[in-house]
């Protein structure tokens, strides 16, 4: 379907999110958007170094307040979903561009489904080559990996990498990393460049290579994993057993080790427990592990999301929004994002949403007062 052309006014509103740092649309991201308009809420990005100024530079116009924008907006661009009361600020029919989440945010969606808002979920990107620039849950997790490995040096407190000293020789740190998605490798690459030896587990076998060619062991497991992933390249989730074997398996390199990063998610569910209570209790006292799951539950059994404890003598951390303390660089990645996936569908400043294109398709949550995501539509016992 095309819209017809117009003067096409794309919103960026100020992240409500108590913590949240991010803005959906840098300044240098403006120029991009070719054709249309773009307007700003006062001081949308000011809390990711962009101030009001820099978007007036780019001929962005500056909206006093949430709903002059949302009133004002075509489109509207987010990093969080909207809660139930944004939802209600939307123009009729105009469109939302965001990480949505929607089984975690059914309340919005109906909103939004009741406003006639067609609303993209970022998240749902499909994992085709032709939305690799669109792929904000990488483009995050990026900032993800690198940052957990920052806070594992300054929580533990030994030297990361080996020294040679007269005193006599320190050896490095061992880091074991488990999942080896975007943010597991990053977590490794940079483990590596601080001077850890680190070692490295994901279910699917895929990440062998992957791992090797950052310099990190491959850790194999003698369980067998039944399709490990899905076509969209995610891991997918196993057996009660093949978990409890797993765990008992993981916590022999767990106690190895003196840092321990996790990062294993399985889409739309509660993440699993890949580091038991037992393989706590049998680290070394100073050993730190910083959960990267901690926003689905944590892999590690102890984990307290948004807080650091200590446990049987082991720092465990479970920090959230890890992004939001990089809100700059993870603002710069993110509006790339979003603009990519803009420009997809505009062309010389019309609209054409072709529901039949996998891009378009595959994220595509709300539209024209239905929901179309389907395990939403289960979640709300929709039936259409």
């Given at each position: ?54 978007y ?72 085709i ?24 040096a300054?929580s ?14 320190i ?35 895929v ?6 060619s ?42 190895a ?23 706590v209790?049998?680290?070394r ?6 959960d ?20 049987y ?26 603009t ?45």
């Open positions: 379907m095309s819209v017809a052309s117009g003067p096409i006014i794309v919103g960026v509103p100020k992240e409500t999110v108590i913590g949240e740092k991010r803005v959906s649309l840098v300044p240098d991201a403006v120029s991009k958007l070719k054709g249309l308009s773009v307007a700003l809420e006062q001081c949308a990005g000011e809390a990711a170094g962009f101030p009001d100024s820099a007036s530079e780019k001929g962005v116009l500056i909206s006093p307040n949430a709903s002059a924008l949302y009133e004002l907006a075509d489109i509207i661009l987010k990093v969080q979903p909207p809660n139930s009361a944004e939802a209600a600020f939307f123009k009729e029919g105009s469109i939302l561009v965001s990480f949505l989440y929607p089984l975690s945010n059914l309340e919005a969606v109906k909103k939004l489904a009741s406003r006639k808002v067609t609303a993209f979920a970022m998240e749902l990107m499909p994992r080559s032709r939305a690799q620039s669109m792929d904000a849950l990488s483009s995050q997790a990026t900032t993800s990996g690198y940052k957990a490995v920052l806070l594992a300054d533990l407190p030994k030297f990361f990498p080996m020294l040679m000293t007269a005193a006599g020789t050896p490095p740190a061992k880091v074991f990393v488990v999942g080896a998605g975007v943010a597991g490798l990053q977590a490794i690459a940079v483990a590596r460049r601080l001077g850890a030896v680190v070692e490295a587990y994901d279910v699917r076998p990440a062998k290579e992957q791992v090797a950052l310099g990190a062991k491959f850790v194999e497991l003698p369980v067998e994993a039944k399709d490990a992933q899905t076509a969209g390249g995610y891991a997918k989730a196993q057996s009660e057993d093949f978990y409890k074997k797993q765990q008992q398996l993981l916590a022999e390199h767990a106690w080790s003196d840092v321990v990063i996790t990062t294993a998610l399985v889409p739309g569910q509660r993440a699993p427990i890949l580091i038991s209570e037992d393989a209790n049998g680290m006292p100073g050993s730190v592990i910083v990267l799951a901690a926003e689905q539950g944590g892999n590690c059994a102890l984990t307290e999301p948004n807080k650091s404890v200590v446990k003598g082991v720092t465990i951390l479970g920090p959230l929004n890890l992004p939001s303390t990089m809100a700059p660089q993870a603002s710069a990645l993110y509006s790339r994002n979003v990519s996936f803009l420009l997809a569908m505009i062309k010389d400043g019309t609209l054409n949403i072709d529901t039949k294109d996998d891009l378009i398709r595959g994220p595509l949550v709300t539209r024209n007062g239905e929901v179309l995501h389907e395990p939403t539509k289960k979640a709300l016992g929709v039936t259409q």
